[in-house]
Each structure stands twice: as structure tokens, then as C-alpha cells.
């Protein structure tokens, strides 16, 4: 898979392919992640990637060239690319958004910046993007969010079984996780986990998973369809209450 963001700040954009399990499949070629400077797709001597509104106001917004420039470069090297904008006015993104997209060969993220983007770009724009319900200072790290999260779906980026286990993988949080020593600060590892019993954990896990859940997301929790296993987890979790109790 081919991700190209472009932006005004490359250098910030770059952290995204040089670091951890993202950088380790870029430098595999497992995963290429490209990043373009709309000032180079400029004519003008100064470079100039914005301009005042029509109509007046505050702000500035960013130029419909560059973007057509970008585009179309990408398409005649790479193919169409399904294209995004981040943007506070996109759809929220999600995890299921983040497989969704994993299946693209070929993406184009434009960080959006200044007052917003000429309105123009949407012809070429499928999809406008937000991380969440807040503005950026710029789409900056939206697209780095976007292509993270997204670069863990693709096959050999991450470990089939750590992808699963990630918290909204299944629409559930993580369990908690203890490494070494047993004992910390005064507070001990959880028996089951030292005991080898693999059902056990694995009972543990779900249960704990589940009520993190119940807790901290209850939208979540009340929209789930329970498999065999978390019920039972969950009998588990009611008996192991009860007993403290009695
Ligand atoms: N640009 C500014 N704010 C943003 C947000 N919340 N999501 C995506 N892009 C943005």
C-alpha cells in the first residue's frame, strides 16, 4: 500500500514513516508512505500556497492549484488515489474507517490548513476526514492519526495477533497488561496471570476487557452482541464480585 501526504510542514509529516513499527515496514517496503510539499507544486516565484477569501473576512485559504498538481501527479505515477482531506467538517474517524481503508492501494491525504481549502478541491477530494471534535491548528496530525492507525491493517505492518487484540478491534478496550517484577510498589500481579492456566487467562482477559468496557464505554458495552466466551466471562466476573462480597 501507497500513502502520500501532502502538506506544508513535510518535516513534521515525516515523523510519521521514522519511528517504531510504521517506520520498521517503510524501511521493509512492506508499506511506502510518501510525503509532498504543496509549495513545490507551485508556479510562482514565492512559492505562494494561499491567498485572501472572495468575499472578504478572516483568514486565509489555500489555493486550488497545488492540490490539482499533487493529484494528478499521483495519479500518473501511481493510479487514481482514493483522496482525503482532514478537515474539522469531515466524518469522525474511526477504527472501522481505519480497515476500511487499510483495502485501498493507493491513498492521497491533503492536510487542510490556514481558514480552510478552496472549495474547489472537493472535485477531486472522496472523503473529508476529522479525528475529532476539536480544530487542529492544521491537518498536520490528523493525517499522521489517518495513516498510523490505517498502516496497522495492512498485512505485515503489525502482527496478525496483536492487530486483533487491539482495543476496538472487536469493539471492546484492552485488558490490562503487567510485565516483570511480580510485586511493585506494593501492588502484586494478578495471580491467574502467574498461574500458566492459559483457559483461565484467557477467561481473565476477556472478563477484564468487558469490564473495562461496561465502565468506561457503556455505548459500547449496550450495543454488543456477546459471544459464548464473554458470557461466560462475564459469569466469571459476577461470581468472582458475589464472592468478594459474601
Ligand atoms: N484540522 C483541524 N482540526 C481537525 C480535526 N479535528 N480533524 C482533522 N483535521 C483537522
Given at each position: 500500500m501507497r500513502i502520500v501526504i501532502a502538506t506544508i510542514f513535510p518535516e513534521m509529516v515525516s515523523a510519521v514513516r521514522e519511528y517504531g513499527v510504521i517506520g520498521q515496514a517503510v524501511k521493509n517496503r512492506v508499506l511506502q508512505i510518501e510525503v509532498?510539499?504543496?509549495?513545490?507544486?507551485?508556479?510562482?516565484?514565492?512559492?505562494?500556497?494561499?491567498?485572501y477569501p472572495y468575499g472578504g473576512g478572516p483568514g486565509m485559504v489555500m489555493k486550488p492549484e497545488p492540490f490539482f498538481g499533487i493529484h494528478d501527479y499521483c495519479?500518473?505515477?501511481?493510479?487514481?488515489?482514493?483522496?482525503?482531506?482532514?478537515?474539522?467538517?469531515?466524518?469522525?474517524?474511526?477504527?472501522?474507517?481505519?480497515?476500511?481503508?487499510?483495502?485501498?492501494?493507493?491513498?492521497?491525504?491533503?492536510?487542510g490548513r490556514y481558514e480552510g481549502v478552496d472549495e474547489r478541491?472537493?472535485?477531486?477530494?472522496?472523503?473529508?476526514?476529522?479525528?475529532?471534535?476539536?480544530?487542529?491548528?492544521?491537518?498536520?496530525?490528523?493525517?499522521?492519526?489517518?495513516?498510523?492507525?490505517?498502516?496497522?491493517?495492512?498485512?505485515?505492518?503489525?502482527?496478525?495477533?496483536?492487530?486483533?487484540?487491539?482495543?476496538?478491534?472487536?469493539?471492546?478496550?484492552?485488558?490490562?497488561?503487567?510485565t516483570r517484577p511480580a510485586e511493585f510498589a506494593g501492588i502484586k500481579v494478578p495471580q491467574v496471570l502467574l498461574s500458566g492456566d492459559h483457559e483461565k487467562i484467557e477467561l481473565y482477559r476477556v472478563a477484564e476487557s468487558l469490564k473495562r468496557t461496561a465502565l468506561r464505554r457503556p455505548d459500547l458495552f449496550l450495543k454488543r452482541d456477546f459471544s459464548e466466551q464473554?458470557?461466560?466471562?462475564l459469569i466469571w466476573l459476577i461470581r468472582e464480585l458475589t464472592s468478594n462480597a459474601q
Open positions: 509532498l510539499n504543496f509549495r513545490d507544486f507551485t508556479k510562482d516565484k514565492h512559492r505562494v500556497v494561499d491567498d495519479t500518473e505515477r501511481y493510479g487514481k488515489p482514493f483522496t482525503i482531506l482532514t478537515s474539522p467538517q469531515g466524518i469522525k474517524f474511526d477504527n472501522r474507517m481505519a480497515k476500511e481503508l487499510s483495502q485501498k492501494e493507493n491513498i492521497l491525504i491533503f492536510c478541491v472537493m472535485k477531486i477530494v472522496d472523503t473529508e476526514i476529522s479525528i475529532g471534535d476539536y480544530v487542529l491548528s492544521g491537518g498536520e496530525l490528523a493525517a499522521m492519526v489517518i495513516c498510523d492507525a490505517v498502516s496497522r491493517f495492512v498485512p505485515n505492518v503489525v502482527e496478525e495477533d496483536s492487530v486483533k487484540r487491539d482495543s476496538f478491534y472487536n469493539e471492546l478496550l484492552d485488558y490490562p497488561h503487567y464473554e458470557k461466560k466471562a
